[in-house]
Antibody
Framework: QVQLQESGPGLVKPSQTLSLTCTVS??????????WSWIRQPAGKGLEWIGR???????NYNPSLKSRVTISVDTSKNQFSLKLSSVTAADTAVYYC??????????WGQGTLVTVSS | QSALTQPASVSGSPGQSITISCTGT?????????VAWYQQHPGKAPKLMIY???NRPSGVSNRFSGSKSGNTASLTISGLQAEDEADYYC??????????FGTGTKVTVL
């Protein structure tokens, strides 16, 4: 069974770039017709889809975040990554990585809290 | 893209059935059979309960069922149990090749 684990700084200063990595285990990130997504959830609020990447490198982003988001994949390390630039306090949230297949998010990481504060 | 609309809360007694709605547009829920439902307990990651409108992943109880009519999808939980108390979210693929989540519904078992 596929397992995902997010990693990265828990504290980012305003105006800087948030960078997170998701490590996939239990299977190759390149196998199957999968996409790999990032999703976030501010405390006490709902889920927001950030974007996704295919193993061939094609991406789709949430229009509201598109100008600030970059998602990349490193198949040699079985990882994919998120970069969100020019962060503000509104970007403080738990960030999840997830496997995206069958039009749904089957497997999720445990989530990592990122706080934007000086 | 706007979040899909769900009721803020739904409650029921043990053994009863409840239904949660998820309303979108013809550009998302109404246009594709890629509607999914997730259960989230406090402090935990969401868990996939239904995919492609009405399919259950392996291991998910058959007390959970999904359907869709027009621009509205629904999740029904039958034989409500205490462990079903959680937040529930729907999601849908969209015509822009993106995904959108619902606003979330808190299910309370009375």
């Amino acid at each position: 069974q596929v397992q995902l684990q997010e990693s990265g700084p828990g504290l980012v200063k305003p105006s800087q770039t948030l960078s997170l990595t998701c490590t996939v285990s239990g299977g190759s990130i390149s196998s199957g017709s999968y996409f790999w997504s990032w999703i976030r959830q501010p405390a006490g609020k709902g889920l927001e889809w950030i974007g996704r990447i295919s193993t061939s490198g094609s991406t789709n982003y949430n229009p509201s975040l598109k100008s600030r988001v970059t998602i990349s994949v490193d198949t040699s390390k079985n990882q994919f990554s998120l970069k969100l630039s020019s962060v503000t306090a509104a970007d403080t949230a738990v960030y999840y990585c997830a496997n995206n297949q069958r039009g749904a998010f089957d497997y999720w990481g445990q989530g990592t809290l990122v706080t934007v504060s000086s | 893209q706007s979040a899909l609309t769900q009721p803020a809360s739904v409650s029921g007694s043990p053994g009863q059935s409840i239904t949660i709605s998820c309303t979108g547009t013809s550009s998302d829920v109404g246009g594709y059979n890629y509607v999914a439902w997730y259960q989230q307990h406090p402090g935990k990651a969401p868990k996939l309960m239904i995919y492609q409108v009405s399919n259950r992943p392996s291991g998910v109880s058959n007390r959970f069922s999904g359907s869709k009519s027009g621009n509205t999808a629904s999740l029904t939980i039958s034989g409500l149990q205490a462990e079903d108390e959680a937040d529930y979210y729907c999601s849908s693929y969209t015509s822009s090749s993106t995904y959108v989540f619902g606003t979330g519904t808190k299910v309370t078992v009375l």
